[in-house]
């Protein structure tokens, strides 16, 4: 069982800057893949990024390619999300996800392969 705390989320101006953390409890955390996803309101849940266990493997949604950044810390059991150039369109409520792998390298960007959810923390971003 792996439980998932995100934090970090806030009201910013566009262009400016944000991090996202994503605490994990339990003694395996490296051994899992973790994502980011969000969803604004009115929408469907979106992927964001992804990183495998290692971190040595990342995938990003074309839309935030070159702005955001995912990475880990697998001492401190944490992921992050640091969000530059944020954007209006970047509004939205963000989730972390988590998904087992047997430390094999793969990520994931489809919802519905993650085991763990965290319960969100909402990004605003204002024009």
């Known amino acids: 069982q792996v439980q998932l705390v995100e934090s970090g989320g806030g009201l910013v101006q566009a262009g400016g800057s944000l991090r996202l953390s994503c605490a994990a409890s339990?003694?395996?955390?490296?051994?899992?893949?973790m994502g980011w996803f969000r969803q604004a309101i009115g929408k469907e849940r979106e992927f964001v990024a992804t990183?495998?266990?290692?971190?040595?493997?990342?995938y990003y949604v074309d839309s935030v390619k070159g702005r955001f950044t995912i990475f880990r810390d697998n001492v401190k059991n944490t992921v992050y999300l640091q969000m530059n150039s944020l954007e209006p369109e970047d509004t939205a409520v963000y989730y972390c996800?988590?998904?087992?792998?047997?430390?094999?390298?793969?990520?994931?960007?489809?919802?519905?392969?993650?085991?763990?959810w965290g319960q969100g923390t909402q990004v605003t971003v204002s024009s």
């Open positions: 996800a988590a998904k087992r792998t047997s430390y094999t390298p793969y990520y994931y960007t489809n919802f519905n392969a993650y085991d763990y």
């Open positions: 339990g003694r395996t955390f490296s051994d899992y893949a």
């Open positions: 990183i495998n266990y290692s971190g040595a493997r990342t």
